[in-house]
């Protein structure tokens, strides 16, 4: 890699565009070890700079939000497939948009979902057999899928549309895999990678078309497995939330577009990829994969495992922070710098962009010994203490963190814990490669066999 002189600010700068399209995690880890915390790209039309010191993340995230908002990255497909929706939204758009989705994601509700997803983890794990081999990611995908339509679509999902879902979630992702070249080529260009990812956003409009027409038909009336307000008795989920606001003129047919496009796929995705790579890292440190099953077998004592147990799982949950500290499925954020800021001692113009890598920070020898090593009791609540807040943040953070993180966490200890208590899953690969796009993805199919336990 080759190492530039200092940008115009005095900050390190570090390039060049390729590297990071070779390999987008190596080349962050590489531009923290040689400058530190605050570190400028030469990687596109506007300087972008890499935050890397916990504080100064906070500050962006927690201190500071309205100074660093959301960065448009100059790259319209992501608009084209996302639109207008919690992801991307800013301003009045996104306060109205999180108002009207926050009730469909409140504890109370997101505890009451506990046994529907149990049940698509079992419904899903009767079709398993001992010495079957599988790519867990494609399983895990298909489980998330139909656990986010039934929770937040109130509705189920027939296999046909899942696997319409998996077919294009390839082209979609291959869409936004680092590319200095991309930018050259104008997105209406008719070359067969654009081609490819309209007929997959058409697709999946096609599925969204079809849960909303259905929903219509059926006067908003949720699935018997989707909770209701017990004042109201009216259905809870997101779905139903838009389509009464559709209803009093607040919300417009491509805002429901957008959000459920939003909820399809961020919300299957991430969580399918926590739980991939945790079967990963249990497969090769079977020294944790025992202490989990103790605890399920002290826990659970072979029961179906409830929401109330989940609470009580708390080496489970420190095996899922500790496989998204390693593999965070969201390996970077990225802000504006609204006006000129000063940052960990450099001036930073407006107008530029802000990295915050999950990536680097997660694995940095500052604050985890031995950071490339799997190690779930790092995440004992004496060890948390002693980190910084933002040592570790895979949803994020302050008003734009995940709207989804009490849902995600519930489901992958809920999954985890149902299939851990039949299965053990012995990893078939190579060594683990990764690719970058919107979340940070296995190259290879993530083959496993299934042993009984």
Same mark, same amino acid.
């Given at each position: 890699?080759?190492?530039?002189?200092?940008?115009?600010?005095?900050?390190?700068? &570090?390039?060049?565009?390729?590297?990071?399209?070779?390999?987008?995690?190596?080349? $962050?880890?590489?531009?923290?070890?040689?400058?530190?915390?605050?570190?400028?790209?030469?990687?596109?039309?506007?300087?972008?700079?890499?935050?890397?010191?916990? !504080? @100064?993340?906070?500050?962006? /995230?927690?201190?500071?939000?309205?100074?660093? %908002?959301?960065?448009?990255?100059? =790259?319209?497909?992501?608009?084209?497939?996302?639109?207008?929706?919690?992801?991307?939204?800013?301003?009045?758009?996104?306060?109205?948009?999180?108002?009207? +989705?926050?009730?469909? &994601?409140?504890?109370?509700?997101?505890?009451?979902?506990?046994?529907?997803?149990?049940?698509?983890?079992?419904?899903?794990?009767?079709?398993?057999?001992?010495?079957?081999?599988? =790519?867990?990611?494609?399983?895990?995908?298909?489980? #998330?899928?139909?656990?986010?339509?039934?929770?937040?679509?109130?509705?189920?999902?027939?296999?046909?549309?899942?696997?319409?879902?998996?077919?294009?979630?390839?082209?979609?992702?291959?869409?936004?895999?680092?590319?200095?070249?991309?930018?050259?080529?104008?997105?209406?260009? %008719?070359?067969?990678?654009?081609?490819?990812?309209?007929?997959?956003? @058409?697709?999946?409009?096609?599925?969204?078309?079809?849960?909303?027409?259905?929903?219509?038909?059926?006067?908003?009336?949720?699935?018997?497995?989707?909770?209701?307000?017990?004042?109201?008795?009216?259905? $809870? =989920?997101?779905?139903? /939330?838009?389509?009464?606001?559709?209803?009093?003129?607040?919300?417009?047919?491509?805002?429901?577009? =957008?959000?459920?496009?939003?909820?399809?796929?961020?919300?299957?995705?991430?969580? +399918?990829?926590?739980?991939?790579?945790?079967?990963?890292?249990?497969?090769?440190?079977?020294?944790?994969?025992?202490?989990?099953?103790?605890?399920?077998?002290?826990?659970?004592?072979?029961?179906?495992?409830?929401?109330?147990?989940?609470?009580?799982?708390?080496?489970?949950?420190?095996?899922?922070?500790?496989?998204?500290?390693?593999?965070?499925?969201?390996?970077? /954020? &990225?802000?504006?710098?609204? #006006?000129?800021?000063?940052?960990?001692?450099?001036?930073?113009?407006?107008?530029?962009?802000?990295?915050?890598?999950?990536?680097?920070?997660?694995?940095?020898?500052?604050?985890?010994?031995?950071?490339?090593?799997?190690? %779930?009791?790092?995440?004992?609540?004496?060890?948390?203490?002693?980190?910084?807040? *933002?040592?570790?943040?895979? *949803?994020?953070?302050?008003?734009?963190?995940?709207?989804?993180? !009490? &849902?995600?966490?519930?489901?992958?200890?809920?999954?985890?814990?149902?299939?851990?208590?039949?299965?053990?899953? @012995?990893?078939?690969?190579?060594?683990?490669?990764?690719?970058?796009?919107?979340?940070?993805?296995?190259?290879?199919?993530?083959?496993?066999?299934?042993?009984?336990?």
């Amino acid at each position: 890699m080759s190492i530039r002189p200092p940008g115009p600010q005095g900050v390190p700068l &570090f390039g060049n565009g390729q590297q990071f399209a070779d390999d987008p995690f190596q080349f $962050m880890t590489a531009c923290a070890d040689a400058y530190g915390d605050v570190v400028a790209f030469d990687l596109g039309p506007i300087p972008l700079y890499m935050l890397t010191n916990p !504080q @100064d993340i906070k500050r962006v /995230l927690v201190s500071e939000p309205d100074r660093f %908002p959301k960065l448009d990255l100059g =790259d319209d497909a992501i608009y084209e497939l996302l639109g207008d929706g919690l992801l991307l939204s800013e301003g009045e758009t996104w306060q109205q948009q999180r108002q009207l +989705a926050n009730p469909a &994601f409140h504890g109370r509700r997101i505890r009451t979902l506990g046994d529907m997803m149990v049940e698509h983890t079992e419904s899903t794990v009767g079709d398993w057999a001992d010495g079957d081999r599988l =790519d867990i990611q494609i399983e895990m995908a298909r489980l #998330t899928v139909r656990i986010i339509v039934t929770a937040m679509l109130g509705t189920d999902i027939s296999d046909e549309r899942i696997r319409t879902i998996q077919e294009n979630l390839e082209p979609l992702g291959a869409r936004f895999e680092p590319d200095p070249f991309r930018r050259l080529i104008p997105d209406w260009a %008719p070359t067969a990678e654009n081609r490819e990812f309209r007929a997959a956003i @058409d697709d999946l409009e096609s599925v969204i078309d079809d849960i909303v027409a259905d929903r219509r038909r059926r006067g908003y009336e949720a699935g018997a497995e989707t909770p209701v307000d017990t004042d109201t008795d009216e259905p $809870m =989920d997101l779905l139903s /939330l838009l389509l009464r606001a559709k209803d009093r003129g607040e919300q417009t047919d491509r805002q429901i577009r =957008d959000e459920m496009m939003t909820m399809l796929l961020a919300g299957h995705d991430t969580t +399918a990829l926590m739980l991939t790579y945790t079967w990963y890292l249990l497969s090769q440190h079977p020294e944790v994969e025992r202490r989990l099953h103790a605890e399920l077998d002290s826990v659970l004592d072979g029961s179906t495992p409830t929401a109330a147990d989940a609470r009580q799982l708390e080496y489970t949950e420190q095996v899922l922070n500790e496989a998204m500290r390693l593999y965070p499925p969201v390996y970077t /954020l &990225f802000r504006e710098a609204a #006006t000129d800021v000063k940052i960990g001692g450099y001036r930073i113009p407006a107008g530029s962009g802000l990295m915050l890598p999950q990536w680097v920070v997660h694995r940095s020898p500052r604050w985890y010994d031995n950071p490339d090593q799997f190690n %779930p009791d790092r995440f004992n609540s004496e060890r948390v203490a002693d980190r910084p807040r *933002f040592s570790f943040f895979p *949803f994020g953070g302050g008003p734009r963190h995940c709207i989804g993180k !009490q &849902f995600s966490m519930l489901e992958a200890k809920l999954i985890l814990a149902t299939v851990a208590q039949e299965y053990r899953l @012995d990893y078939l690969g190579d060594a683990l490669e990764l690719r970058g796009s919107l979340t940070m993805h296995p190259r290879e199919p993530m083959a496993m066999r299934l042993e009984s336990r």
